[in-house]
């Protein structure tokens, strides 16, 4: 009677398995320990922090005018491999909390606390990520090196006010389009 019944559990759990959908895909991440797919979208309230952010501080800077574009409107992660995407949006967050957080330090007021306090969990996981996947060269090279470059030398290079209206500008292409499509790896197409 035992063996009836595991058997018919055993049907039914197969039965269960091949009824659902069947993924056609590699898993986003294969990394241990890095689960950057949940970044797929941000709840209201996080994006609601950011906008009001954003428009807080952005009023003060809209007088700026920069010489070069930090993040130029042709520059897309999906022109990169998708090992290669976490790295620059790594290096892209990077830069996002080092102004942020000056300009946290100047500002009266919590406006930029609850935008800090996301950015830095996102850059904890996706630091996680980058740590753990495994890497073609010792080196980037191409399109990823560029846009690195072009980072590292932005800190150096620009005023603090371009730097700054530059990082506002771009911080819901970061939050909507680059971060959404590095959870989604191979699937950002």
């Known amino acids: 009677m035992a063996m009836v019944w595991v058997l018919l559990l055993v049907t039914a759990g197969l039965s269960m398995a091949t009824a659902g959908p069947v993924p056609t895909s590699k898993p986003t991440t294969t990394w241990k320990g890095c689960d950057i797919g949940r970044f797929k979208s ?3 309230r996080e994006l609601e922090a950011f906008k009001m952010a954003k428009d807080a501080l952005g009023n003060s800077l809209k007088n700026w005018s920069c010489s070069s574009r930090l993040f130029p409107r042709n520059r897309d992660l999906r022109q990169l491999q998708v090992w290669e995407r976490p790295v620059a949006l790594e290096a892209e967050l990077t830069l996002t909390l080092k102004v942020l957080e000056t300009m946290a330090d100047r500002s009266q007021g919590s406006i930029l606390d609850q935008p800090l306090h996301t950015l830095r969990h996102i850059h904890s996981e996706l630091q996680a990520c980058v740590k753990a996947q495994p890497t073609v060269g010792p080196h980037p090279q191409g399109r990823l090196h560029h846009w690195l470059h072009r980072l590292h030398e ?36």
Request: aromatic share 6%; with cysteine; glycine share 6%.
């Open 154 to 189: 932005a800190s150096k290079k620009e005023s603090q006010g371009c730097l700054e209206a530059s990082v506002l500008f771009n911080l819901f292409r970061l939050l909507k389009k680059d971060l959404e499509c590095v959870a989604s790896g191979d699937l950002c197409v």
């Open 42 to 44: 941000l709840s209201p």
